[in-house]
Antibody, heavy 127, light 111 residues
């Protein structure tokens, strides 16, 4: 059974880069059944999709965050990662990783749904 | 791209049925059968309840059903139970420029 677990610093200073890793167990990150995604939820607010990545390295980002988001995959460790640069207090949130079902072709990405989620990790941006 | 529009709250008594709406545009909900619904209990991760508009993942009760009419998708929960009390979010493919868009969420209270 596929399981995901987020890890990373719980506190990041303003203007610095937030870095999180999602470890995949119970299956291979090289599966052609999944993309791998990130979603965040600010305190008391709704969900926001950050982006998705395929094991080959193809990435699809939320256009509103595209200039600050970088995702990568480490197939040797069965992990994928999120980096968010130039953070502010508005980036304080619970960050979730999840399997992202969909289909990508070139620059196009057709998102279907997210079915397996990590438990989430809280990141606070504060000096 | 604005979030999909959901009512902030709905309520119902045990045994009743409720429906949560999710209104988008002809560029997202109206153009694709790619709406998914998530249930989120306080302090927990979201859980997929409906995908591709009407399909239920294995293990999700058949009391949950999805539908769509025009630019509005709906989640119906029949035979309300206390454990259904949670926040519910819709999500849709948003087209080539937006990609993925969530609704603002609906808090369901079981009276």
């Amino acid at each position: 059974q596929l399981q995901l677990q987020e890890s990373g610093p719980g506190l990041v200073k303003p203007s610095e880069t937030l870095s999180l890793t999602c470890s995949v167990s119970g299956g291979s990150i090289r599966s052609n059944n999944y993309y791998w995604g990130w979603v965040r939820q600010p305190p008391g607010k709704g969900l926001e999709w950050l982006g998705s990545i395929y094991y080959s390295g193809s990435t699809y980002y939320n256009p509103s965050l595209k200039s600050r988001v970088t995702m990568s995959v480490d197939t040797s460790k069965n992990q994928f990662s999120l980096k968010l640069s130039s953070v502010t207090a508005a980036d304080t949130a619970v960050y979730y990783c999840a399997t992202s079902r969909g289909y990508g072709s070139g620059t196009s990405y057709y998102f279907y749904y997210m079915d397996v989620w990590g438990k989430g990790t809280t990141v606070t941006v504060s000096s | 791209q604005s979030a999909l529009t959901q009512p902030a709250s709905v309520s119902g008594s045990p045994g009743q049925s409720i429906t949560i709406s999710c209104t988008g545009t002809s560029s997202d909900v109206g153009s694709y059968n790619l709406v998914s619904w998530y249930q989120q209990h306080p302090g927990k991760a979201p859980k997929l309840m409906i995908y591709e508009g009407t399909k239920r993942p294995s293990g999700v009760s058949n009391r949950f059903s999805g539908s769509k009419s025009g630019n509005t998708a709906s989640l119906t929960i029949s035979g309300l139970q206390a454990e259904d009390e949670a926040d519910y979010y819709c999500c849709s493919y948003g087209g080539s420029s937006t990609l993925v868009i969530f609704g603002g969420g609906t808090k369901l209270t079981v009276l």
